[in-house]
């Protein structure tokens, strides 16, 4: 998986459509949620409630390393997307490196301009509870 700033270049680098089907090429990618949350999420458990968009995520420490996973629908192709970016890029990093990602990373990528202001709000706030879980996690 490509680190973060190099996906930062990528997107950058390429016009709306594309960074509208790299989004959709990663909404693909997203792991199915373990069986250990599934009644966790039909519960309602750890959803990001500023997304309008369905996002259950669960954040979680193994020795030095954090561990993510998520549950976005299908129908939400863009959300699903940036989530399965986050998820990828950030799974198996250490709480430092999730620390250092940039809190714009989504004008970085290029991508409030291309999802609109309620979109950004929502995925921002993914980026955010990951951030504040991690500091959270007790070290192991």
């Known amino acids: 998986m490509p680190s973060l700033d190099t996906l930062i270049r990528r997107f950058q680098a390429v016009d709306r459509n594309t960074r509208l089907e790299a989004l959709l090429d990663y909404s693909r990618k997203l792991p199915a949620l373990p069986d250990r949350y599934e009644a966790e999420r039909a519960a309602g458990h750890n959803r990001i409630p500023e997304c ?34 986050l998820v990828k890029a950030l799974d198996g990093a250490t709480a ?45």
Do not use: C
């Not at 669960?58 to 976005?72: F, I, K, P, S, T």
């Not at 430092?96 to 940039?102: C, E």
């Open 52 to 85: 309008q968009t369905p996002v259950f995520l669960w954040v979680e420490r193994e020795g030095n390393q954090v561990h993510l996973h998520a549950d976005v629908p299908r129908e939400s192709p863009t959300v699903r997307g940036y989530v399965a970016l």
């Open 96 to 140: 430092a490196d999730v620390a250092a990602v940039p809190d714009d990373l989504l004008d970085q990528l290029r991508l409030g301009e291309t999802l609109g202001m309620m979109r950004t709000q929502g995925l921002t706030a993914i980026l955010g509870r990951i951030k504040r879980t991690v500091a959270q996690l007790p070290p192991q």
